[in-house]
């Protein structure tokens, strides 16, 4: 299984972005899916998880309201939808997948991309 992000840039403090995780390889079907991020000198951290079936979604605080996981399986793709965006959002953002459950912790996925650059910068 290959993870590829798109979809970062430059944006204004409260403009959007939407992230895509483009699965290939196998199918995402049975794979939870989660967005991590990195700002330079900080750890990774979870933003946002989804299980494999749907039905378990989870954030990270700092996004809760802001952000939102969707996944579609027709095109093996999972999307985060990130509006009212902040300075503290920037960060390489990446996604990573592991069998069926959500979980925001980094050292329970082993499949990762390659990240995206979203800066949040007048």
């Known amino acids: 299984l290959q993870l590829v992000e798109s979809g970062g840039g430059l944006v204004q403090p409260g403009g959007s972005l939407r992230l895509s995780c483009a699965a290939s390889?196998?199918?995402?079907?049975?794979?939870?899916i989660a967005w991590f991020r990195q700002a330079p000198g900080k750890e990774r951290e979870g933003v946002s998880c989804?299980?494999?079936?749907?039905?378990?979604?989870d954030y990270a605080d700092s996004v809760k309201g802001r952000f939102t996981i969707s996944r579609d399986n027709t095109k093996n793709t999972v999307y985060l939808q990130m509006n009212s965006l902040e300075p503290d959002d920037t960060a390489v953002y990446y996604c990573?997948?592991?069998?069926?459950?959500?979980?925001?912790?980094?050292?329970?996925?082993?499949?990762w991309g390659q990240g995206t650059q979203v800066t949040v910068s007048s």
């Open positions: 989804m299980s494999s079936n749907g039905g378990s979604i």
């Open positions: 390889g196998r199918t995402l079907d049975n794979k939870a």
């Open positions: 990573a997948a592991r069998s069926l459950i959500c979980s925001l912790v980094r050292y329970h996925y082993a499949t």
